[in-house]
């Protein structure tokens, strides 16, 4: 009895001990679990008809002070948002619990993505998980319709419109450049005034700003420094450009002395009277610019009309000018002419250039340079995708779904070991002249009507097939299908590398099989296509939305 009080004692103390840390933890574990968001969605439903809405929820248990930013906008294609309602808050002591609700729908037929949406709290982002949603055709009653037969396959010639379409804007685009490039850079534009009197021959141009000088304001302004300026200026200037003397740069006795050597020379003849006149307006002018003297108005007026007189005189001083000089100033004149023109015409070709490479640049970074390349270029299943595509029923029991050209019937003899089995085959399939696009079904009665679908069978038999084929390295993976309807069958998939026709070379690529079946019947689809393909890939994806079976 003793010896079972000390026990009951020692465990009395011990739970002493531990209870204060157990205690703890109990405080403990549910704080840390409260700092943590939790998130939840779910769909009201995964089948919809077209144009129906299915609402996708979601809950979000924070913190009081947590906050959250739920997904705006188009952010649920390829399906659309209709409505995205209030947010629907609840507290339950320092936690508040957030619904938020999106109703969402599609217009096409199909099995669609809801891609995982981004949920930012406090800064962070949380990922929802992604589903798929079935939006189905509307029934339509056959019981009480007529039935007819069946029309035979015709052929039609592919339509040009769209080809027209892009042909025309290309043009209206080009006449548009080569509109403005006329406009602006070959268009021979009206002179201004400024061009006007620079074209005129130096002795004309000179009488030209003199007239234009005596009609300023200078002189009722008092600005003599800027009359006497540019009065000296309009002289020196004919002076280098008909005298050939170089008097822009030349002091006034300098120049002086330049206009007694050519004197002298014989080259102009000029008498020393106006030689001196010319010399004392200069020196006038000097003492004007640079001595700030100011002469009278009367004064400043004759000295005006003085250089008047002398462009005249050196004018008239001036030898006639040879027919060689004349030659010379003629192809000269029609040097600066190509000169000209051929500047214009490389401003319109980089210019052209220029836009060609702005247009591409801009569309390369908006739709992608691949796409632009393949677009411009062209690219065998980029047409396939963007062609019309067609939609039919093939073989018995019947597949039907929608394909970008119509499948052909393949002719499969069957060996006599199979023939006890199978009553009939049904296959069909199409494939790309170019690449590894491939698309086919099968349907397959046996003789039996209660016998059972053997799948494993079947994808070992593909399989095999692909390997006889050349095929190497194939990896394979299963899962469940639903049709648009919700049939299940079975989708394996996987890639692998495949042979090209006609030749050894191996490619990468993809396949997915789907199969379908029932008592004395078996159906299955077989795509295969390039591994980086993405228009394949989208291809793929259309068929794989439009598959539909007959079960019974």
Sequence with gaps: ??????????????????????????FVIPISAQDSPAIHTEVDT??????????????????????????????????????????????????????????????????????????????????????????????????????????PLINVEKSNIGLWKYLIIAILILLILGGLIYWFVLRKKPLTEEEKVALLPPYDRALLELKKLEHSRYLIQDEYKEYYSELTSIV???????????????????LIEKLELLKDAGQLKLDDDTIKQFQQILQTADLVKFAKNKPSTLVAEQDRKL??????KTHDALPEPTEEELLEQAEYQEELERKAKKKKIK??????????????????????????????????????LEGEWVRSSYGFPPIQLETPQVMARQEVKLPPEAKAAIADIQAFGYTSPVGLFSVGTTSITLNQQDAETDFEKTIEQ?????????????????????????????????????????????IDGEYTVLLFGGKGFQQYVILTWLEDDTYAQEIVDRILASVEVKTE
């Excluded at 250089?307 to 005249?312: G, K, R």
């Design 1 to 26: 009895m003793m010896i079972n009080n000390i026990l009951i004692n020692k465990g009395i103390s011990r739970l002493k001990r531990i209870m204060p840390m157990f205690i703890l933890l109990l």
């Design 46 to 151: 995964t089948y919809i008809k077209i144009g129906e809405q299915v609402q996708w929820t979601v809950t979000v248990d924070i913190d009081s002070t947590d906050q959250v930013v739920f997904p705006e906008g188009q952010t649920f294609s390829p399906l659309e948002t209709v409505e995205a309602f209030a947010t629907d808050t609840t507290r339950k002591k320092d936690r508040l619990t957030l619904l938020k609700i999106y109703a969402l729908t599609q217009f096409d037929s199909g099995a669609y993505k809801l891609p995982a949406q981004r949920i930012e709290i406090n800064g962070t982002g949380y990922m929802t998980d992604s589903m798929m949603i079935n939006v189905a055709t509307i029934p339509v009653d056959t019981l009480n319709q007529k039935m007819h037969d069946i029309k």
């Design 236 to 254: 020196r200037s004919y002076l280098e450009e008909d005298a050939h003397v170089t008097a822009l740069e030349s002091t006034t006795g300098q």
């Design 307 to 312: 250089v008047e007189q002398i462009v005249v």
């Design 347 to 384: 401003i319109a070709i980089i210019s052209v250039i220029a836009i060609l490479l702005i247009g591409i640049t801009i569309s390369g970074i908006k739709f992608g340079f691949g796409y632009l390349k393949d677009t411009v270029l062209g690219h065998p299943t980029k047409e396939l």
């Design 462 to 506: 593909i399989l095999s097939n692909f390997e006889s084929q050349g095929a190497k390295n194939i990896i394979t993976k299963q899962e469940a299908f639903y049709t648009i309807s919700g049939v299940k069958g079975l989708k394996v998939f996987g890639n692998g590398e495949f042979s090209i026709p006609g030749s050894n070379e191996l």
